[in-house]
Each structure stands twice: as structure tokens, then as C-alpha cells.
């Protein structure tokens, strides 16, 4: 997985209105002056009020790859304060473990998801979350 917004400049952004709502809620949570660990609950919050439905991605763009999870660029702002990815799993492939420069939000959009944080960090802790399939949308820092 990419650690950073910086990581990903070759991919193109998806036009997909429907994360215009989102979009808007995230760039306000992070503006505000926080610690990290209040951005994340801030931003957090915005994903539950603003989840996006499956149909951010088309039929194609959901359709799981058995080599690797596959991710779609939704948004990126241009300062690298945030950006939203979708990122499609199909059952049985992981991630290695891996670091974020300071804060991951992430959300299921549909089916399920376990995971499971590791090394020493506090206020987490496993977790399997549930979505109205395979794709989980992701705020990253």
C-alpha cells in the first residue's frame, strides 16, 4: 500500500460527483487546528455522514484482481493534506503491515473487512467492519 498522497501522482483522478459532499467535509476536518489523532476522529465522522455508495466505481472498477487488491484514485487536494481512495479486495488477500505518515481513515462501503492494527498503538484495535462488497474507501494523510 502507498504511505503518502506523493506516492501516487500517476494515477488520474475519477470524476465521481457523488464524493463532492464527502470531498468538502474532509477538506473542512482537516483544516481545523488538531493533533492527529483529532483529525482522524473528525474526518472519521465525515466518512460516517458521507459514505458513498458502491457506485463510485463502475462495474469494471469493482471487479477484484486475484494477484492484488486493486485501488482507484477518487481524490487528491494538491496541498497533500488528504486523499480519497477506493480500494477493492476480493476474499482471503492482505496487506503487508504498514505505516501512514500520520493518520488513515477507512470505511466499507460493501461486505467486510478485518483488520488488524499491529505494533504499539493506542486507541485501536481489531476490527471487522461491515459495508452495505468488496470495495473500502480510505481517507489517507
Not at 498522497?5 to 476536518?29: C, F, G, H, N
Not at 472519521?44 to 463510485?56: K, Q
Request: aromatic share 6%.
Amino acid at each position: 500500500m502507498r504511505d503518502s498522497p506523493t506516492a501516487m501522482p500517476a494515477q488520474k483522478q475519477l470524476i465521481v460527483p457523488e464524493l463532492d459532499a464527502l470531498t468538502a467535509a474532509v477538506r473542512s476536518a482537516v483544516s481545523l487546528p488538531n493533533y492527529w489523532t483529532g483529525t482522524a476522529h473528525a474526518v472519521a465522522g465525515e466518512l460516517r455522514s458521507h459514505s458513498p455508495s458502491p457506485d463510485i466505481l463502475s462495474a469494471e472498477q469493482r471487479t477484484g484482481d486475484p494477484a492484488n487488491y486493486r485501488d482507484h484514485l477518487l481524490r487528491a487536494e494538491t496541498d497533500g493534506s488528504f486523499s480519497i481512495i477506493a480500494v477493492v479486495w476480493i476474499p482471503g488477500q492482505v496487506t503487508p503491515v504498514h505505516d501512514h505518515i500520520t493518520w488513515c481513515v477507512s470505511g466499507v462501503i460493501q461486505g467486510l473487512v478485518y483488520e488488524e492494527p499491529a505494533g504499539c498503538v493506542h486507541e485501536y484495535r481489531s476490527a471487522v467492519r461491515r459495508g452495505s462488497a468488496l470495495t473500502s474507501a480510505t481517507i489517507w494523510r
